[in-house]
């Protein structure tokens, strides 16, 4: 970072590139839903067979790479940063070009171990996905190293926004017009690219300004840093996407010679209904307490002032508090929630079983971002080798005897080895205690109190309301999820397992403060 950014602004701008993260992954999350209902299950298992191919690359390039060329840049002298930006460039190019290669030519391939050929024009499709993400991870790295954060995120939206209307607006065009759902699968692969070309025509005006050649020569040390550092940043963003490899891989498989082509593929893209709400509950989960990450490193760096033990402490509580909530919520109401979005209520059982990795995921999210500010990479990155092989070994054995349940399982089992290999080494590195006893007894009395009223005004209320079928889930679903989500933050505030300076400390945590302090003080009176 350059002299002429003050820390306000560079924190400013952090903050607006949050604040773009989150809108797109509320958006990442809440596509899925209408595309879903315009291409059913099959055309849904189709296009998630395909897309965590691109989203590995997209999410190593613009997330990763651009925060580890940002990263260099800005701690290395002015004099050199031609030469990280020639590197990069040329790594990119040479990564874009192997991925394109591997997607487009290799897609026939991929396909058959996929266990459905058709998916091959799919993958194609994916293949020119992938070539205008390199460019974006280039223009965004450089303008976030110089502190130019309000173009980048700008980008970020204007990106998504432009894939999720090319997907809705293709898959919509593609049914109406009597394609094939791969017709549609191939259109919204593309929209990945279609975004990416967007927010690079974007970025390219402020980049142009800096009079810079994107190519020059190639310094492989430089190279080995970027890739190193790229990985280490992503890996838990990554983590997953690589779920969700695995699963295109094995699950269709083994469920094909029992079940049937159509049945089988019916089945993973009810399997599939999962990813949207486990995305939606790791976003609350985790957006207000990953911006508590800064605040530990910047906390480090003083000696005075509050200690980093308490950001920590903190962003772990809020973490495993609202993973567990939303985990909780979902399971009570999953049958009528599956059948408001998803038009059926099918697999909801393995929905709910699939919905916990919300917790580990949260934890897994946290702590390896505490610890990258430590710098520990290497030890993280082995506990999320040895998850993802728990996950295709519990899908080679479970799949077969419990279906989607037992791929559902399969990813509990791999992520919480994850997220507790990762407590034991965070304990190793910093002998932090995440929080006392009470904190677990009132996290579990807030859940019971809000399985109690919720499953008390379902029961109720499913006799007196005059609709059946989706209407009667749909209602459900909007009344029974604030009522649950009122009552056990009432029981949190009640308790003050978070206390209201704590609550100040987080984004948008005023009003919880607020409300804490309005309960408490009528007890104190009475």
């Known amino acids: 970072m350059t002299a002429q950014y003050s820390m306000a602004s560079f924190l400013k701008g952090a903050a607006l590139l949050a604040l773009a993260g989150f809108v797109v992954k509320l958006l990442s999350a809440v596509y899925r839903v209408p595309f879903q209902n315009l291409v059913g299950d099959e055309g849904f298992y189709i296009y998630q067979q395909v897309y965590p191919f691109v989203a590995i690359f997209g999410i190593w390039t613009s997330y990763g790479f651009a925060v ?3 990263k260099l840049l800005a701690e290395q002298h002015n004099s050199k940063h031609a030469g990280i930006l020639s590197t990069a460039s040329w790594l990119m190019a040479i990564l874009a070009a192997s991925a394109f290669a591997v997607l487009y030519f290799g897609a026939g391939m991929l396909a058959g171990w996929m266990g459905d050929p058709a998916l091959s024009g799919v993958l194609q499709a994916g293949a020119f996905a992938v070539v205008f993400m390199a460019p974006l991870a280039i223009l965004k790295g450089r303008l976030q190293a110089i502190g130019n954060m309000a173009p980048v995120a700008t980008a970020q939206v204007a990106e998504q926004a432009v894939r999720v209307a090319v997907i809705l607006l293709g898959a919509f065009a593609a049914v109406s017009y009597g394609f094939s759902l791969y017709v549609a699968g191939q259109v919204a692969i593309a929209a990945a690219g279609a975004g990416s070309f967007a927010a690079v025509l974007l970025l390219w005006r402020s980049y142009r300004r800096q009079r810079e050649r994107p190519f020059g020569k190639f310094h492989k040390v430089t190279a080995k840093k970027l890739l190193f550092m790229s990985l280490g940043v992503s890996m838990s963003s990554l983590l997953l996407v690589l779920f969700q490899l695995v699963d295109s ?9 029992p079940l049937g082509t159509e049945a089988a593929m019916e089945q993973k893209g009810i399997y599939d209904r999962a990813q949207p709400l486990v995305q939606f509950g790791i ?10 990450v800064p605040l530990i490193a910047r906390t480090m760096q003083k000696k005075s002032g509050r200690s980093p033990a308490l950001y920590a402490s903190l962003a772990l509580r809020v973490s495993v508090l609202f993973a567990v909530a939303a985990s ?7 049958p009528y929630v599956n059948e408001a979005l998803f038009k059926t209520p099918d697999g909801s059982f393995a929905l709910i079983v699939f919905n916990w990795q919300i917790v580990s995921m949260s934890l897994v999210l946290v ?3 505490i610890l990258y500010g430590f710098g520990k990479v290497g030890v993280p990155a082995l506990f999320l080798l040895i998850g993802l092989l728990l996950k295709l070994a519990g899908n080679l054995w479970l799949v077969p005897g419990y279906g989607i349940t037992g791929a559902a399982l399969a990813g ?10 990762l407590i034991w080494y965070f304990k190793k590195v910093w002998p932090l205690q995440f929080a006392h006893a009470h904190f677990y007894g009132w996290l579990m009395a807030a859940s019971l109190a809000m399985a109690i009223a919720v499953y008390a005004y379902v029961v109720v209320i ?11 889930a749909v209602f459900i679903t909007l009344t029974a999820v604030p009522l649950g989500a009122a009552v056990f933050l009432l029981v949190v505030a009640k308790s003050r397992i978070i206390t209201e300076r704590e609550w100040y400390i987080i984004p948008f945590g005023r009003r919880l403060a607020a409300l804490q302090l309005a309960l408490n003080s009528r007890k104190k009176r009475s």
Request: glycine content about 6%; proline content about 2%; hydrophobic content about 60%.
């Open 283 to 292: 976003l609350l989960a985790t957006s207000l307490t990953l911006s508590l």
């Open 68 to 70: 580890a060329v940002s």
């Open 367 to 369: 702590l390896t971002a």
């Open 249 to 257: 891989f094995t699950v269709y498989r083994l469920l094909e010679q």
């Open 462 to 472: 499913a006799r007196l309301v005059p609709w059946s079928g989706r209407f009667e």
């Open 328 to 334: 909780a919520g979902l399971t009570l109401v999953m």
């Open 412 to 421: 509990n089992i791999g992520l919480a080895f994850i997220a507790a290999a």
